[in-house]
């Protein structure tokens, strides 16, 4: 009786390390599945399913909160930092396969995406006219960060050496004509929302380098293209506060 009763326990004790065993295994399956999944997506798509797993885990309401339901419905999340440094990484892949990587520097900070372009690659001196090479790496970028719902901030910058012509009285309005007139290729040529972009000029005040050399003065002379954070996007005014809806 003995002998039979210690074979039985034998075999329920096998049965049960083998259902762990096979729960363990089916476990990992679903997990290689899912990372196989991630490891194929874009940036856009990403960010998508980062904002709908954030609202869930937190019920919901942070996204009801922030851009309402019908964004949710439609899957609109707005960037985090993580996802711009995937745009960072194709905008690089894209002007090194055009062979235009030294006419522009990306870096992410607490802004968001920033995109320096020299002042070579889009005008000459002392013009706010954009060259016809300037089309090509504006295309470029636009490419890579059209399907971003994050606002874009294009800012102009100067060197230190004053203007004043007739119609650039100080680098000021010769920043914000820059500034202005990639904002208005986006949106003449691409058909970008006006509500999404906005331009500043800041002349020579934030210089990248110090105005103290041809090559520093050079570098300072440029537009930056800014994917603003998720955080700073929330904060940009809509234009339905305004009254008007994107073209």
């Given at each position: 009786m003995r002998r039979l009763r210690r074979k039985k326990d034998d075999q329920e004790d096998f049965g049960r390390w083998l259902l762990t065993y096979a729960d363990m295994i089916t476990l990992l399956l679903a997990l290689f599945i899912v990372m196989y999944s991630?490891?194929?997506?874009?940036?856009?798509?990403?960010?998508?399913?980062?904002?709908?797993?954030?609202?869930?885990?937190?019920?919901?309401?942070?996204?009801?909160?922030?851009?309402?339901?019908?964004?949710?419905?439609?899957?609109?999340?707005?960037?985090?930092?993580?996802?711009?440094?995937?745009?960072?990484?194709?905008?690089?892949?894209?002007?090194?396969?055009?062979?235009?990587?030294?006419?522009?520097?990306?870096?992410?900070?607490?802004?968001?995406?920033?995109?320096?372009?020299?002042?070579?690659?889009?005008?000459?001196?002392?013009?706010?006219?954009?060259?016809?090479?300037?089309?090509?790496?504006?295309?470029?970028?636009?490419?890579?960060?059209?399907?971003?719902?994050?606002?874009?901030?294009?800012?102009?910058?100067?060197?230190?050496?004053?203007?004043?012509?007739?119609?650039?009285?100080?680098?000021?309005?010769?920043?914000?004509?820059?500034?202005?007139?990639?904002v208005r290729y986006f949106i003449d040529e691409h058909n970008m929302p006006p509500g999404r972009i906005s331009a500043l000029g800041y002349g020579e005040y934030r210089p990248i380098r110090p105005n103290n050399s041809i090559e520093n003065r050079a570098t300072n002379r440029r537009v930056d293209i800014v994917i603003l954070t998720r955080e700073l996007s929330l904060t940009e005014p809509s234009a339905q506060l305004y009254g008007q809806t994107d073209q």
């Open positions: 991630m490891s194929r997506v874009d940036a856009k798509r990403f960010g998508k399913m980062a904002e709908a797993l954030n609202g869930i885990l937190k019920g919901g309401h942070s996204i009801l909160k922030n851009h309402g339901e019908e964004q949710l419905k439609t899957g609109h999340g707005v960037l985090k930092l993580g996802d711009l440094r995937m745009i960072q990484r194709q905008v690089e892949e894209q002007f090194k396969t055009k062979e235009r990587g030294e006419e522009v520097l990306t870096e992410v900070t607490e802004r968001g995406l920033v995109v320096h372009i020299v002042e070579s690659a889009l005008f000459d001196i002392a013009s706010a006219d954009l060259q016809p090479r300037a089309q090509e790496l504006l295309d470029l970028i636009y490419e890579e960060i059209k399907d971003t719902p994050n606002h874009v901030r294009v800012e102009g910058h100067t060197d230190d050496l004053q203007i004043k012509t007739a119609r650039f009285p100080s680098n000021w309005e010769l920043s914000g004509a820059r500034a202005t007139e990639v």
